[in-house]
């Protein structure tokens, strides 16, 4: 396929012209293990299809191949690997995307018997983002993250320059292109480590400011395309960009929610999970999605009309614990798309779940019952009077990050505070709680 370009976008001058593109064709594989149901690979494998889509590729054939354990150095069986070869030359595949993570070697491998571009669902996730980031810093965080994958991959990548062995006649002042290679991403990931560090400072002084506000912070999480931003919108009246497509929201958004007669509170968008999500990019991504630790109430929007919806639950239970995201902070379960539903699903989907809200943000039916909801998960505030010994630093920060401080006197020894807290915070405070101030 050819796909026209402009010079503009690339910042030319401008006047159009054809460029060669092909169109990259896709095969995508997956192992099912003895343990694992065939029904649940193959949702990650259409998964991994939308994935290839929203990355601009076409896809072809689906392999699933039944064994064990994966081989050392192709991760699947030889056999089966010349079968995907042949299948990938009469089918005119150019890509081929495991559902898998791969080592280096076995990326190396698999492209050599295949003879075309191997890459894994991390890889792959990845390029979605770099497609998809707009600000400064979910760029440097993009970057980031396929600097780390890309690492330990840098071997065969110049695997023709690299001086293999030791000894007589390969010691020399120079550095080979590999060796350079390493040490120039080395210190980009070290420098983008720093400018991220000064984000995650920002981003502290901005939640500080939220928090001296005394406005309380409901954050908004769920898996990918589960219609977070959609439902931000309904609530807020903004207008950010939403759309039926994975992973279209990568940076943050904080926007007030008021309507009478109800608190006010910041409601606060980011980045959607899926299954699988790289651990770079977790560790890239933690500057943005530490604005879920800070959040006195959680939201999880679940696509309620998604069959998967328990796998992708699950998925985000399971990255809100490596995030260390509090188990017991206050969680409202909202079953988003409702509409897309006939009565008789929509009351399976509903069973057993009695304290869950099923709305559509699209039509706004349910938008009321989840503010109820919500209200009532807020925390109620009240001024308490804690006195801290100097050498608590840790209590002290916690009043400044997790509450409202309204007073302070430094004494020898203490300070005491005045501050409005509730929830964990306050029960963790428990102990330098006072009646009055002290002298």
């Given at each position: ?8 976008a ?26 694992q ?21 076409s ?54 018997s ?9 890889a ?38 690299e ?17 350079s290679?390493?040490?120039v ?8 480590k ?20 005394g ?94 919806l ?22 409202v ?25 099923a ?45 409202r401080?309204?007073?302070r ?31």
């Amino acid at each position: 396929m050819r796909q026209r370009v402009r010079d503009g976008a690339h910042g030319g001058n401008g006047r159009g012209h054809e460029v060669g593109r092909v169109r990259e064709h896709a095969m995508l594989a997956a192992l099912r293990r003895p343990k694992q149901r065939r029904v649940d690979v193959e949702e990650s494998l259409e998964e991994l299809a939308g994935l290839a889509t929203a990355a601009g590729a076409s896809v072809g054939e689906r392999v699933i191949q039944e064994r064990p354990a994966a081989t050392p150095s192709l991760y699947f069986g030889s056999g089966k690997v010349e079968e995907m070869a042949e299948a990938a030359r009469t089918g005119g595949v150019n890509l081929f995307i495991s559902d898998d993570p791969l080592s280096p070697i076995q990326e190396r491998n698999l492209s050599e018997s295949l003879g075309i571009k191997v890459i894994d669902r991390t890889a792959l996730i990845l390029d979605i983002f770099a497609q998809r980031a707009r600000s400064a810093e979910g760029k440097l965080q993009v970057e980031l993250a396929q600097l780390t994958y890309l690492l330990p991959r840098l071997v065969g990548q110049w695997k023709h320059l690299e001086r293999l062995g030791g000894g007589i006649g390969t010691r020399g002042p120079g550095e080979t292109q590999l060796e350079s290679d390493r040490r120039v991403i080395r210190q980009r990931v070290q420098k983008l480590k720093r400018e991220l560090e000064g984000v995650q400072a920002h981003r502290r002084l901005q939640r500080a400011s939220r928090r001296r506000a005394g406005v309380p912070i409901v954050a908004l999480v769920g898996y990918t395309n589960a219609g977070k931003t959609t439902l931000l919108n309904r609530l807020t009246g903004s207008h950010l960009t939403a759309a039926d497509q994975l992973f279209v929201t990568l940076d943050p958004a904080a926007r007030l929610v008021e309507r009478p007669g109800r608190r006010p509170f910041i409601l606060t968008d980011t980045v959607g999970f899926i299954r699988k999500l790289p651990h770079e990019l977790v560790a890239a991504f933690r500057a943005t999605l530490e604005e879920l630790t800070e959040a006195d109430v959680l939201v999880h929007v679940v696509d309620a009309s998604q069959g998967a919806l328990e796998e992708h639950m699950a998925a985000v239970d399971s990255l809100l614990r490596e995030l260390e995201v509090a188990a017991d902070r206050p969680t409202v379960l909202a079953l988003n798309k409702v509409d897309r539903l006939d009565e008789a699903h929509a009351a399976a989907v509903l069973a057993g779940r009695r304290s869950a809200v099923a709305l559509s943000a699209a039509t706004g039916e349910g938008v009321e019952t989840l503010l109820d909801a919500i209200e009532k998960a807020l925390p109620v505030s009240g001024a308490v009077t804690l006195r801290i010994p100097h050498g608590d630093g840790a209590a002290l920060a916690l009043c400044y990050e997790r509450g409202r401080v309204l007073t302070r006197a430094d004494t020898p020894g203490h300070v005491t505070l005045e501050v409005e807290l509730a929830g964990p915070a306050l029960a963790a405070l428990g102990a330098y709680r006072v009646e009055r101030v002290l002298d």
